[in-house]
């Protein structure tokens, strides 16, 4: 049975059918209360007879116990007499309660603010409207007054109030006014501290064709601020009421981003076609830096910039200008953590670009365009197999250090770490290069690029299986990525996350449920490379980790994974002479993140099939990770230890090892 935790109201509890399941008293409730709470981790039995008791009994440790028992029948039904205790866990002197983020309406409504956050405004109002749903009143509401309970009902209330106002944002720039006065109305009302729900109000009424309205806002906001909590208002509602008064063009809706690249694109139409004068080059230099403002929105932003971005190359090769083609190519220097680009066919005409650049630069050229050539280079070949990428890397690394230009080096930095998947077991050096970019880029402040440093360590140490260690960088990217407007970031996060979840999970159910939650942040993110056949690749190394048959449907969307996954698929249906004939005919995996968890994908289905001739080849290219967690350099998924493979690949093969 699965259970479900509702803590955003009374605390209950609900079985597969949905019913609810009881839970005694309030002592007991308290208890499971608790645990939830600490997410997780052990509570002490001493902390939770203080946190319970203003005077414990004398026998407090055995009541507890019993409280804990009780629960355990009720959550746990199906338990044998002595088995091991699964949900509610006892480990040394204390309690936890191991429920999956998925199964707790708390942290699955913090999910869908995060991924609320990246996704497009139209989708990012639905997924809010449908997590409000879940809220039954005020969190932990029936221990209004216990100290442990008071600090995550204030998150969790702060929370929702952020999420209100986010709904709002998205209902402005959806161009949905209408619904967006009257909700804010009431927020403002019910929550008048609130600064941006004020704003957010003007703003809609501003966008009403209210202006007088608006301003009226603003003034009760300034009244209420002042009466009740003796403040002036801050500096992004004073900013609002003056672009009111001015009719700032800005406060209009807003066009979505299909029309501002739309706009990029007929600038650079408009520069392909004039005359060859210090204008169009302008306009061009101009047009890559929106395309690369755009890329770093996600979602339909970074699509856009993608589609606009050879226009402007080929507009600035048709002017037959070396430098100012160098210029166009280097200039979009946008971080890029994913080893499998979202387009092939463009990835390689823009490197073919480069090239040509290159090629026609003179080869004393001053300045750092060869440098940002040789980085595009770098970073446009990923996962290409010849030598020309890493050579281009090492080259644009070396130029740039003797430049010390902080940016330039992190730059070529990046197109280095896309050149660390040549072949498995390099997490220690992306890991390295993850700590110099931060190193980098806080002396410097380069946010974008310490963004990605974070993250370039949160993959490598996931991969070294220090799960630890690599959240501490999720934790810090989250932050930085909220400090400077990132929402790609949270994609990310939230996948590292159900990776940890996922590395623990004892059973397919919990974590294939915090992966499906996790997936739902892909959702409108523009990253069809990271996207498309990523949550059933996840899900197919749950199941081989914990040794359960691949699926066998046909249907799965494997997308790129498809001919590695396919002999273990092809096994499930019991078609082995098939499977046999594809396991014998596939080519290595690509040269990307998850190259190792394909080996061990491969492994699985030569263990199965006793083929020993793909059995050698996949011992031979897994054998430099054996120190590593297979896939988890992805922050993403795993499939266990490398070494695990390797010795059932070795003893297998009648090795001694």
Same mark, same amino acid.
């Given at each position: 049975?699965?259970?479900?935790?509702?803590?955003?109201?009374?605390?209950?509890?609900?079985?597969?059918?949905?019913?609810?399941?009881?839970?005694?008293?309030?002592?007991?409730?308290?208890?499971?209360?608790?645990?939830?709470?600490?997410?997780?981790?052990?509570?002490?039995?001493?902390?939770?007879?203080?946190?319970?008791?203003?005077?414990?009994?004398?026998?407090?440790?055995?009541?507890?116990?019993?409280?804990?028992?009780?629960?355990?029948?009720?959550?746990?039904?199906?338990?044998?007499?002595?088995?091991?205790?699964?949900?509610?866990?006892?480990?040394?002197?204390?309690?936890?309660?191991?429920?999956?983020?998925?199964?707790?309406?708390?942290?699955?409504?913090?999910?869908?603010?995060?991924?609320?956050?990246?996704?497009?405004?139209?989708?990012?109002?639905?997924?809010?409207?449908?997590?409000?749903?879940?809220?039954?009143?005020?969190?932990?509401?029936?221990?209004?007054?216990?100290?442990?309970? !008071?600090?995550? &009902? $204030? =998150? +969790?209330? %702060?929370?929702?109030?952020? @999420?209100?106002?986010? #709904?709002? *944002?998205?209902?402005?720039?959806?161009?949905?006014?209408?619904?967006?006065?009257?909700?804010?109305?009431?927020?403002?009302?019910?929550?008048?501290?609130?600064?941006?729900?004020?704003?957010?109000?003007?703003?809609?009424?501003?966008?009403?064709?209210?202006?007088?309205?608006?301003?009226?806002?603003? !003034?009760?906001? &300034? $009244? =209420? +601020?002042? %009466?009740?909590?003796?403040? @002036?208002?801050?500096? #992004?509602? *004073?900013?609002?009421?003056?672009?009111?008064?001015?009719?700032?063009?800005?406060?209009?809706?807003?066009?979505?981003?299909?029309?501002?690249?739309?706009?990029?694109?007929?600038?650079?139409?408009?520069?392909?076609?004039?005359?060859?004068?210090?204008?169009?080059?302008?306009?061009?230099?101009?047009?890559?830096?929106?395309?690369?403002? +755009?890329?770093?929105?996600?979602?339909?932003?970074?699509?856009?910039?993608?589609?606009?971005?050879?226009?402007?190359?080929?507009?600035?090769?048709?002017?037959?200008?070396?430098?100012?083609?160098?210029?166009?190519?280097?200039?979009?220097?946008?971080?890029?953590?994913?080893?499998?680009?979202?387009?092939?066919?463009?990835?390689?005409?823009?490197?073919?670009?480069?090239?040509?650049?290159?090629?026609?630069?003179?080869?004393?050229?001053?300045?750092?365009?060869?440098?940002?050539?040789?980085?595009?280079?770098?970073?446009?070949?990923?996962?290409?197999?010849?030598?020309?990428?890493?050579?281009?890397?090492?080259?644009?690394?070396?130029?740039?250090?003797?430049?010390?230009?902080?940016?330039?080096?992190?730059?070529?930095?990046?197109?280095?770490?896309?050149?660390?998947?040549?072949?498995?077991?390099?997490?220690?050096?992306?890991?390295?290069?993850?700590?110099?970019?931060?190193?980098?880029?806080?002396?410097?402040?380069?946010?974008?690029?310490?963004?990605?440093?974070?993250?370039?360590?949160?993959?490598?140490?996931?991969?070294?299986?220090?799960?630890?260690?690599?959240?501490?960088?999720?934790?810090?990217?989250?932050?930085?990525?909220?400090?400077?407007?990132?929402?790609?970031?949270?994609?990310?996060?939230?996948?590292?996350?159900?990776?940890?979840?996922?590395?623990?999970?004892?059973?397919?159910?919990?974590?294939?449920?915090?992966?499906?939650?996790?997936?739902?942040?892909?959702?409108?993110?523009?990253?069809?490379?990271?996207?498309?056949?990523?949550?059933?690749?996840?899900?197919?190394?749950?199941?081989?980790?914990?040794?359960?048959?691949?699926?066998?449907?046909?249907?799965?969307?494997?997308?790129?994974?498809?001919?590695?996954?396919?002999?273990?698929?092809?096994?499930?249906?019991?078609?082995?002479?098939?499977?046999?004939?594809?396991?014998?005919?596939?080519?290595?995996?690509?040269?990307?993140?998850?190259?190792?968890?394909?080996?061990?994908?491969?492994?699985?289905?030569?263990?199965?099939?006793?083929?020993?001739?793909?059995?050698?080849?996949?011992?031979?290219?897994?054998?430099?990770?054996?120190?590593?967690?297979?896939?988890?350099?992805?922050?993403?998924?795993?499939?266990?230890?490398?070494?695990?493979?390797?010795?059932?690949?070795?003893?297998?093969?009648?090795?001694?090892?």
């Amino acid at each position: 049975m699965r259970v479900r935790f509702g803590v955003l109201g009374p605390v209950t509890a609900w079985n597969d059918a949905g019913a609810t399941i009881p839970l005694k008293g309030p002592r007991h409730r308290a208890v499971l209360a608790r645990l939830i709470v600490a997410r997780g981790r052990i509570v002490p039995l001493a902390t939770l007879i203080d946190d319970l008791w203003s005077d414990p009994p004398a026998d407090a440790p055995g009541v507890i116990q019993t409280f804990v028992s009780a629960l355990r029948r009720v959550l746990e039904p199906d338990r044998l007499p002595r088995a091991p205790a699964r949900l509610l866990v006892t480990e040394g002197s204390g309690y936890a309660v191991r429920a999956t983020p998925d199964s707790v309406d708390a942290r699955r409504f913090e999910d869908a603010v995060a991924a609320a956050r990246v996704l497009p405004p139209s989708r990012a109002v639905q997924v809010l409207d449908d997590a409000f749903t879940w809220w039954r009143g005020p969190a932990y509401t029936d221990f209004p007054d216990d100290l442990w309970a !008071r600090a995550e &009902r $204030s =998150r +969790l209330a %702060e929370l929702r109030l952020g @999420a209100v106002e986010l #709904r709002a *944002r998205a209902l402005l720039d959806v161009g949905n006014v209408d619904a967006a006065v009257p909700d804010l109305d009431a927020h403002t009302a019910e929550h008048p501290w609130r600064e941006e729900g004020w704003r957010l109000l003007a703003i809609a009424l501003y966008r009403a064709g209210r202006q007088k309205d608006a301003l009226e806002v603003v !003034r009760r906001a &300034r $009244s =209420r +601020l002042g %009466e009740d909590l003796g403040i @002036a208002p801050g500096p #992004r509602l *004073r900013q609002t009421e003056t672009d009111i008064l001015r009719q700032a063009a800005h406060l209009d809706a807003p066009p979505v981003v299909g029309t501002a690249a739309g706009q990029v694109w007929s600038e650079t139409i408009a520069a392909y076609s004039r005359p060859v004068t210090v204008d169009s080059r302008a306009r061009l230099r101009s047009t890559v830096d929106l395309l690369r403002s +755009l890329a770093v929105t996600g979602g339909s932003g970074l699509v856009a910039a993608r589609h606009q971005r050879m226009a402007s190359i080929l507009a600035a090769e048709e002017l037959g200008d070396p430098d100012l083609t160098a210029r166009v190519i280097g200039a979009y220097d946008v971080p890029a953590i994913w080893s499998r680009s979202d387009d092939p066919e463009q990835a390689a005409a823009v490197v073919a670009a480069a090239e040509r650049a290159l090629a026609a630069l003179p080869a004393d050229a001053p300045g750092p365009e060869r440098t940002r050539l040789l980085a595009t280079i770098a970073l446009e070949s990923r996962g290409v197999t010849d030598l020309r990428g890493r050579l281009a890397a090492e080259q644009a690394v070396t130029r740039a250090r003797r430049a010390g230009d902080p940016a330039l080096l992190a730059f070529a930095l990046n197109g280095l770490f896309m050149q660390t998947f040549h072949r498995t077991g390099l997490a220690t050096q992306r890991d390295a290069i993850g700590a110099e970019l931060i190193e980098l880029s806080t002396m410097h402040g380069l946010e974008t690029y310490e963004l990605l440093g974070r993250l370039i360590r949160m993959q490598a140490l996931s991969g070294l299986g220090d799960l630890a260690g690599a959240d501490v960088h999720a934790l810090a990217a989250d932050r930085l990525a909220e400090r400077y407007g990132s929402p790609l970031i949270a994609v990310f996060t939230t996948w590292h996350r159900a990776l940890q979840v996922a590395a623990d999970a004892d059973d397919f159910a919990s974590a294939a449920a915090t992966y499906r939650s996790a997936a739902r942040a892909l959702d409108g993110a523009g990253m069809p490379g990271l996207e498309r056949g990523l949550l059933p690749l996840a899900l197919l190394a749950v199941r081989v980790r914990l040794r359960l048959p691949a699926p066998a449907d046909d249907d799965i969307d494997w997308g790129p994974y498809t001919p590695w996954v396919r002999p273990l698929t092809l096994i499930a249906q019991g078609h082995l002479d098939d499977a046999t004939t594809a396991l014998r005919t596939l080519p290595d995996p690509p040269r990307d993140h998850l190259q190792e968890a394909l080996w061990c994908v491969i492994a699985r289905a030569a263990l199965a099939l006793d083929d020993r001739g793909t059995m050698h080849r996949a011992l031979d290219a897994l054998a430099p990770a054996a120190a590593e967690l297979a896939g988890a350099g992805s922050g993403l998924l795993t499939l266990g230890p490398v070494a695990a493979f390797l010795d059932e690949l070795t003893q297998a093969m009648g090795r001694a090892s």
